[in-house]
């Protein structure tokens, strides 16, 4: 009874509290009377209606609109408040303002609907709006973030003609089991035009797309996809008129999996074959155990490292130290690499290579009597352990053919001028100027050339399937390459030759997934967002905010106003972008009468396909 009483105590609280709230709230009216110039007369009164709205900068207030009617020749004319049409969609009891706050701390700053809760709670001091009303107001700002995209198209295609030169980056990114979000992506403004979500990247969808985004934004001089030979395709069918080249980052990387499949998949099988992973762990874990049951025993390596001590005679623990800072130095092999990921960065190879390494110190260290003689036994193993794996004939052949493949990648790097430039070599556009790209032509058919006479050769023939490769690859990709563009037309406009800035926007927008909810699997998200998401990262660029939304972000509310709506179109669009399984019928599909008859009759008989 206790605990019925205090619930039934707090209902009576939170509605006085309400009843409190609702009579403090403000009452404004909005007579459409006010936009008409004296002239033309005050038409009659038609209804007045009332609606509690909420603002993020006004907080919430009562909204009394007094719509009026104009009698004319060819009817009645409505005439509705412009000033509360500038402050809240039609009907709606949300502001725009607090439609533009809630998507941009969501979809831009990566806060949570509940940390957007609270700042509503702390900015108007108690309002509280519901989170299934905030989860809608992050769709109302994609809906109409993507009709006011749509409707600043033809200012963009004007800029765009007039500047000149247009340049596309086409791609698509999925999820395991999701549609595929397909993009337009404009080279040198870093703006994505367009995004559509299909069910696969077929070029039937990818051709329409196409199509559709060249009426909108204007046609392009190029295009610039991966080597996917249904975007080529799309492309040839779409646009004609526009050249269509192959991304080089796309192409090395092809080629550089190709280069070393073979020698990787052999050394990582002969590897587990030996066991040397497993062994070296077992290693380190007795070692380090060892050193937790003698604490008494300092630790002087890293102080000899920095010339803090000084010099000590290898003794047992010392040499325990040693081995246990050659494993660490071993285990380091990422940091050989650029932060690229396979096969620019082969991360065996560099193992192997410190494995090398290693086995050669403690060879110079071998040749001392008087330092192995204050060896630990843990050493000499470690030794031992090495200069089996390395001396196996199976892994010096495997590990010389990675080594040839290496140097014929760097070769085609350094040719292709796909050398990591900065800390960020994943988003570099790899734009040439005419002296460079005249260079890499000159460099590329140097290596065709060199390439050709295969079997003329005196290379092994590990060698001359590396090189068969390599120049497979060339001679396929060759036209489709870009580099044969006319010097003054690079020198105006000096375009990316990779799509490295569409994949950045892909990966940015899954990083604002991730920071909102945490999960790092991003499946339902792009089950259930639309295509309007990925327009996000327009917002942070400078000529989009001018063109577009005409400043800053403080101009999107009233951007968002003047958008031309027609009623239900926002439920309508809801509908249409509910998340669905890739493959699978939408409901209202199903849901048809003599539906399974229907599917059955799709079916052709094939009696009389055979003749029968």
């Known amino acids: 009874m206790a605990a019925l009483a205090q619930q039934l105590s707090q209902q009576a609280v939170d509605q006085l509290q309400g009843a409190l709230q609702l009579a403090a709230c403000p009452s404004y009216r909005f007579d459409s009377a006010q936009d008409l110039a004296p002239a033309e007369g005050r038409p009659g009164v038609q209804k007045t209606r009332t609606r509690r709205v909420v603002s993020w900068n006004y907080g919430p207030f009562q909204a009394r609109e007094v719509v009026r009617a104009k009698a004319a020749e060819a009817g009645s004319s409505v005439r509705r408040s412009s000033a509360l049409a500038a402050l809240v969609p039609r009907g ?340 040439l100027d005419p002296t460079a790209q005249q260079q890499v032509v000159a460099d590329l058919e140097q290596l065709r050339q060199d390439l050709r006479p295969v079997a003329a050769s005196s290379a092994s023939p590990e060698e001359q399937k590396l090189r068969t490769i390599l120049l497979t690859h060339l001679d396929k990709y060759w036209a489709y390459l870009g580099l044969a563009l006319p010097p003054q037309e690079s020198a105006a406009n000096p375009t990316p030759r990779t799509t490295n800035a569409l994949e950045t926007h892909w990966t940015k927008s899954k990083r604002t997934c991730r920071q909102i909810h945490g999960r790092s699997k991003l499946t339902r998200d792009f089950q259930a967002l639309p295509a309007e998401f990925m327009l996000l990262p327009n917002l942070r660029n400078p000529r989009y905010q001018q063109l577009v939304l005409g400043g800053d972000w403080a101009q999107l509310p009233n951007k968002f106003a003047q958008v031309p709506v027609p009623a239900g179109s926002f439920k309508q669009w809801r509908n249409q972008k509910r998340p669905e399984h890739c493959g699978r019928l939408p409901r209202s599909l199903i849901r048809e009468d003599h539906f399974m008859d229907n599917l059955i009759g799709l079916c052709p008989d094939g009696t009389s396909a055979n003749g029968n």
């Open 92 to 431: 709606g009891a949300y502001a725009f303002d607090l439609i533009v706050h809630v998507g941009l701390q969501t979809f831009l700053h990566g806060h949570t609907l509940a940390q957007v809760q609270a700042q509503q709670l702390a900015h108007h001091g108690g309002l509280k709006v519901p989170v299934s009303s905030l989860y809608e107001l992050k769709l109302k700002f994609l809906f109409y973030l993507g009709r006011l995209h749509q409707q600043a198209a033809p200012d963009l295609q004007a800029y765009l003609t007039q500047r000149g030169s247009i340049s596309w980056l086409i791609d698509g990114t999925l999820e395991p089991g999701t549609p595929v979000f397909f993009g337009v992506k404009e080279a040198q403004e870093d703006w994505l035009l367009d995004c559509w979500k299909l069910a696969t990247e077929n070029v039937q969808d990818v051709t329409a797309c196409l199509k559709l985004a060249a009426t909108r934004y204007g046609q392009p001089g190029q295009v610039r996809h991966d080597l996917s030979q249904r975007l080529a395709r799309a492309c040839e069918a779409a646009l004609p008129k526009a050249a269509h080249f192959v991304c080089h980052y796309h192409l090395a990387s092809d080629v550089g999996q190709d280069l070393y499949q073979a020698a990787q998949a052999a050394l990582t099988q002969r590897g587990l074959a030996l066991r040397l992973q497993g062994r070296l762990k077992e290693q380190r874990r007795s070692q380090t155990e060892w050193f937790g049951t003698h604490p008494e025993r300092p630790l002087i390596l890293a102080a000899l490292l920095r010339g803090q001590a000084p010099e000590h005679p290898l003794s047992p623990t010392l040499g325990r130290e040693i081995l246990l800072a050659m494993h660490s130095w071993i285990l380091d092999y990422a940091s050989d690499g650029q932060r690229q990921g396979f096969p620019f960065d082969p991360h065996l190879l560099y193992y192997h290579r410190r494995l090398v390494q290693v086995l050669r110190g403690l060879d110079t260290l071998w040749q001392r009597p008087g330092q192995v003689a204050q060896a630990p036994a843990a050493l000499g193993n470690l030794r031992q352990l090495l200069n089996d794996y390395l001396a196996d004939p199976q892994v010096t052949r495997h590990l010389r053919c990675f080594e040839q493949a290496h140097r014929l990648f760097e070769r085609f790097r350094s040719a292709l001028r796909l050398a990591a430039p900065g800390s960020s070599p994943l988003r570099d556009a790899y734009a």
